[in-house]
């Protein structure tokens, strides 16, 4: 195993620092042309001997996972190679055992910051996982979480991006492979407008021949991080767009569309 890092396991569990993780493998991804293996763990609880063990309980539970690693896949790693991996049983025996399966040459995993008591009865995955594995361990520390009324948790981040002489094929199949409508146009990291499906169709036959400059929107509506998530909405509906840049100080940090606003609008209703 060498650097860089190309095969990067990150264990999920669906807590929000999770999702940190995976932003951070996304990031390390990206920069390698490498692979993000996501894994979750369904913990068994082994009952007293001569008991039942209810596996279909457990393959219920499997199968839920997959299906939220797939919607969080799609969130934090579009454009990127992954693959999903879940497994019933010990999590940080499960995630030791994953790094050998899935010959990873990196492990970036969540911590929670258990202190006193919790942290002497449950132990710590993070902490067992970083004494035993045999790959270098990345862990993301517990910490503030941002403000759920804003934009900044419920945005993708480190978005695709296309450039001004990128052809309008390249980005169709961007969009196509990340299952996205709409990617920011960046010119020497600052972003100068976004491309749509929209603006794809307005030149169907001609994708191989025509330069993103050509076709893209050039007045760009964008929206801060710490922004309501109402703003967000609101600009969403009366521009009648699909996704904005999110924009920290000029530097682009995420996008957010139509479809994340209305995840977030609805879980503040529930």
């Not at 920011?184 to 491309?195: E, N």
Request: overall charge neutral; proline content about 6%.
């Amino acid at each position: 195993m060498a650097f860089p890092y190309r095969r990067i396991l990150t264990p999920v569990d669906f807590d929000d620092n999770s999702s940190s993780a995976l932003d951070a493998a996304a990031q390390i991804a990206r920069q390698n042309d490498g692979v993000v293996l996501v894994f979750h763990v369904v913990p068994m609880i082994i009952p007293p001997a001569g008991m039942p063990v209810y596996v279909d309980v457990y393959r219920g539970q499997e199968e839920s996972a997959r299906t939220r690693l797939g919607e969080m896949a799609r969130k934090h790693l579009a454009g990127l190679k992954y693959e999903i991996f879940t497994h019933i049983g010990d999590p940080a025996a499960s995630i030791l055992r994953a790094e050998k399966r899935l010959a990873a040459d990196l492990i970036v995993i969540a911590t929670h910051g258990r202190r006193g008591f919790s942290r002497v009865f449950l132990g710590s995955v993070a902490e067992m996982v970083l004494r035993e594995a045999t790959c270098p361990v990345l862990t993301i520390r517990h910490g503030k979480h941002p403000d759920r009324r804003t934009v900044e948790p419920w945005m993708s981040k480190n978005p695709v991006t296309a450039t001004l002489t990128d052809k309008l094929s390249t980005v169709a199949a961007r969009m196509h492979e990340g299952g996205f409508r709409s990617i920011p146009v960046v010119d020497a990291d600052r972003v100068v407008g976004i491309i749509t499906d929209r603006d794809l169709r307005r030149h169907t036959g001609y994708e191989e021949h025509t330069d993103v400059k050509t076709a893209m929107a050039e007045s760009l509506i964008s929206v801060a991080p710490d922004a309501p998530i109402y703003e967000a909405a609101r600009l969403l509906r009366e521009r009648k767009i699909g996704a904005l840049p999110v924009l920290d100080e000029g530097r682009l940090v995420g996008i957010i569309s139509t479809t994340d606003v209305l995840e977030a609008l609805t879980a503040e209703k529930e």
